[in-house]
């Protein structure tokens, strides 16, 4: 058969393209650039602007209606159906801020849910498609694909301090205008690619593709730092910022250049049939043979008729598990309270930290001096996709093992209780550390979780799970965000004032709350072991139930 050109869309360029698309994701993480911007020109207060924010959150972590989509019409139509999404939501809320159209606060809550609602769509297109493309490799394309989420407000953050600062208007207006670019890019060349050879090594180049992620955080790490502590000029920033980009070019080009060409037009090989965005971990496993299904794992025992099956598994009277089998077991929701309070607690500071660098700059209700959110934006934003790969790497090597992912889970909310306690102290300075510590475990979260419910539960449910469990997000982020930080920084207002002019105290109190909400937190974790026996390689096995259980 006549190779194809490397031009011609296979599952390399989709691969590349997919830097671009993921990265999108992580626009909502931006939100610190510009918030102060809206707060100030629309005067609302702390409550009112952070409920903007979680309206934006709840689009984001929505995400049931994607898979829907993505089920029905496939990759393109699910990128296609966010491009609309971003590129309506976006623009309105643009204008609406700018006050070239008559926007009341319902209606740019409505803008930016329907603009940040992109997002599951954009990483469903690309995690699902990807996988598919890479059955062999699922956990490591998962914990690429999702990196890149995690690294996007670093991306959106660099190029508004190389080219755009101070204009943040500017940049809210740029927004939709690059999601939308972005889309229309993915759309020829996000497809399944069904024309692939199985017996390459894609493993072993993907981990390289992970091992350069790091090296592009600590490079986005270290140019927010600079701007933050060092007076260099505009042209200079956007010189480095350039550096940065040609980077992430490289990561776009470079998988199709290289690999694909090598592996393109080769003999069409057999795909999983009816691979769909609800059966994509089911499916990976249903490319293995029986012979490379890890034994040890009881959840692939389970679905195999073994002795250990899980005791987490509802089945109906044709022996089938049923979708509310994980809602009705006492592990879920210890899972759906961890996620809530850790996944609140990172959005807590992602959405309030540019108040929060603001009142640690005013004493005396006197400004001494000004905020550089944007760098703030961009190391959280970097230490959360390190979060993710160095977590994935470890879960990646020891998933299997639940009281691992259990240690993380603890080890995670002591880190981010740790951060935000540092984050409420007076001295500025410590700043930097809080917020590459609280990104650090909020990334670490999302590396945590899908482990935690594939081994909790049933694979082929897995997404049904995942997207159950994602409504603790909200709920959290609701609690912590904008029912404890923001009103609390509403009350220590002056009368007539929107803005809080009481240096630490305008978030000591409520910050307090949530690194508290984090160590008591740390105390469910554990409490899923309660089933499970110890002193065997595969510690998750799980205990038979007695007659009295039964």
Same mark, same amino acid.
């Given at each position: 058969?006549?190779?194809?050109?490397?031009?011609?869309?296979?599952?390399?360029?989709?691969?590349?393209?997919?830097?671009?698309?993921?990265?999108?994701?992580?626009?909502?993480? *931006?939100?610190?650039?510009?918030?102060?911007?809206?707060?100030?020109?629309?005067?609302?207060?702390?409550?009112?602007?952070?409920?903007?924010?979680?309206?934006?959150?709840?689009?984001?972590?929505?995400?049931?209606?994607?898979?829907?989509?993505?089920?029905?019409?496939?990759?393109?139509?699910?990128?296609?159906?966010?491009?609309?999404?971003?590129?309506?939501?976006?623009?309105?809320?643009?204008?609406?801020?700018?006050?070239? +159209?008559?926007?009341?606060?319902?209606?740019?809550?409505?803008?930016?849910?329907?603009?940040?609602?992109?997002?599951?769509?954009?990483?469903?297109?690309?995690?699902?498609?990807?996988?598919?493309?890479?059955?062999?490799?699922?956990?490591?394309?998962?914990?690429?694909? &999702?990196?890149?989420?995690?690294?996007?407000?670093?991306?959106?953050?660099?190029?508004?301090?190389?080219?755009?600062?101070? %204009? %943040?208007?500017?940049?809210?207006?740029?927004?939709?205008? @690059?999601?939308?670019?972005?889309?229309?890019?993915?759309?020829?060349?996000?497809?399944?690619?069904? +024309? =692939? &050879?199985?017996?390459?090594?894609?493993?072993?180049?993907?981990?390289?593709?992970?091992?350069?992620?790091?090296?592009?955080?600590? *490079?986005?790490?270290?140019?927010?730092? !600079?701007? *933050? #502590?060092?007076?260099?000029?505009?042209?200079?920033?956007?010189?480095?910022?350039?550096?940065?980009?040609?980077?992430?070019?490289?990561?776009?080009?470079?998988?199709?250049?290289?690999?694909?060409?090598?592996?393109?037009?080769?003999?069409?090989?057999?795909?999983?049939?009816?691979?769909?965005?609800?059966?994509?971990?089911?499916?990976?496993?249903?490319?293995?043979?029986?012979?490379?299904?890890?034994?040890?794992?009881?959840?692939?025992?389970?679905?195999?008729?073994?002795?250990?099956?899980?005791? #987490?598994?509802?089945?109906?009277?044709?022996?089938?598990?049923?979708?509310?089998?994980?809602?009705?077991?006492?592990?879920?929701?210890?899972?759906?309270? @961890?996620?809530?309070?850790?996944?609140?607690?990172?959005?807590?500071?992602? %959405?309030?930290?540019?108040?929060?660098?603001?009142?640690?700059?005013?004493?005396?209700?006197?400004?001494?001096?000004?905020?550089?959110?944007?760098?703030?934006?961009?190391?959280?934003?970097?230490?959360?996709?390190?979060?993710?790969?160095?977590?994935?790497?470890?879960?990646?090597?020891? /998933?299997?093992?639940?009281?691992?992912? !259990?240690? /993380?889970?603890?080890?995670?909310?002591?880190?981010?209780?740790?951060?935000?306690?540092?984050?409420?102290?007076? #001295?500025?300075?410590?700043?930097?550390?809080?917020?590459?510590?609280?990104?650090?475990?909020?990334?670490?979260?999302?590396?945590?979780?899908?482990?935690?419910?594939?081994?909790?539960?049933?694979?082929?449910?897995?997404?049904?799970?995942? %997207?159950?469990?994602?409504?603790?997000?909200?709920?959290? #982020?609701?609690?912590?965000?904008? &029912?404890?930080?923001?009103?609390?920084?509403?009350?220590?207002?002056?009368?007539?004032?929107?803005?809080? &002019?009481?240096?630490?105290?305008?978030?000591?109190?409520?910050? =307090?709350?949530?690194?508290?909400?984090?160590?008591?937190?740390?105390?469910?974790?554990?409490?899923?072991?309660?089933?499970?026996?110890?002193?065997?390689?595969?510690?998750?096995?799980?205990?038979?139930?007695?007659?009295?259980?039964?």
């Amino acid at each position: 058969m006549k190779g194809r050109s490397i031009f011609s869309p296979n599952r390399w360029m989709t691969l590349g393209t997919s830097v671009l698309i993921s990265s999108c994701c992580g626009v909502n993480y *931006a939100w610190g650039i510009y918030s102060s911007t809206l707060k100030s020109r629309l005067e609302y207060s702390q409550a009112t602007l952070i409920t903007l924010s979680f309206w934006g959150n709840v689009g984001q972590f929505f995400t049931p209606p994607a898979g829907i989509v993505y089920d029905a019409v496939g990759s393109r139509g699910t990128l296609f159906t966010g491009l609309i999404l971003a590129t309506t939501g976006y623009t309105l809320m643009y204008l609406g801020v700018s006050g070239q +159209i008559d926007a009341s606060f319902n209606l740019l809550c409505v803008f930016y849910c329907l603009g940040s609602a992109m997002q599951p769509f954009y990483d469903t297109a690309s995690l699902f498609t990807n996988t598919s493309n890479f059955p062999a490799d699922v956990n490591s394309i998962i914990g690429y694909t &999702k990196a890149w989420n995690g690294i996007g407000a670093s991306l959106f953050s660099t190029a508004y301090i190389g080219y755009i600062q101070p %204009n %943040n208007l500017t940049f809210l207006k740029l927004i939709p205008v @690059v999601l939308a670019v972005v889309g229309a890019v993915g759309l020829p060349t996000t497809q399944i690619d069904r +024309i =692939h &050879k199985d017996d390459v090594n894609t493993g072993s180049f993907i981990q390289k593709l992970l091992g350069s992620q790091m090296l592009l955080v600590l *490079a986005v790490a270290a140019f927010a730092l !600079v701007n *933050a #502590n060092f007076s260099i000029s505009q042209g200079v920033l956007a010189l480095l910022a350039t550096i940065i980009m040609v980077i992430i070019s490289c990561f776009v080009v470079l998988p199709a250049s290289i690999v694909g060409s090598a592996t393109s037009g080769l003999f069409l090989t057999s795909l999983p049939e009816g691979l769909s965005a609800v059966s994509v971990y089911t499916a990976s496993h249903d490319c293995q043979s029986d012979d490379q299904v890890d034994d040890a794992d009881p959840l692939l025992l389970s679905q195999r008729g073994g002795d250990n099956a899980a005791l #987490n598994v509802v089945v109906d009277e044709d022996g089938d598990d049923v979708w509310y089998s994980s809602l009705i077991t006492i592990d879920f929701w210890i899972i759906f309270v @961890v996620l809530a309070v850790a996944a609140g607690s990172g959005l807590t500071v992602i %959405n309030n930290i540019a108040q929060i660098l603001s009142s640690k700059n005013t004493h005396d209700g006197v400004v001494t001096a000004s905020t550089d959110s944007a760098s703030f934006v961009a190391l959280l934003s970097a230490s959360n996709c390190a979060g993710r790969i160095i977590v994935g790497y470890v879960c990646d090597r020891t /998933g299997k093992r639940l009281s691992i992912v !259990v240690a /993380g889970f603890m080890i995670m909310l002591a880190v981010q209780s740790a951060a935000i306690m540092i984050l409420s102290s007076l #001295n500025s300075s410590f700043a930097y550390v809080a917020c590459i510590l609280s990104g650090l475990a909020y990334g670490a979260l999302w590396a945590l979780v899908p482990t935690a419910t594939r081994l909790l539960w049933a694979p082929k449910r897995f997404a049904t799970n995942y %997207n159950f469990l994602s409504i603790g997000t909200i709920l959290g #982020n609701y609690v912590l965000s904008v &029912k404890v930080t923001a009103e609390h920084y509403d009350n220590q207002l002056l009368p007539g004032d929107y803005i809080c &002019k009481k240096g630490s105290a305008c978030f000591e109190s409520a910050l =307090h709350i949530v690194a508290i909400s984090c160590a008591v937190a740390m105390l469910f974790p554990p409490i899923v072991l309660r089933k499970y026996k110890f002193g065997n390689p595969a510690d998750n096995q799980l205990v038979p139930p007695s007659p009295s259980q039964l």
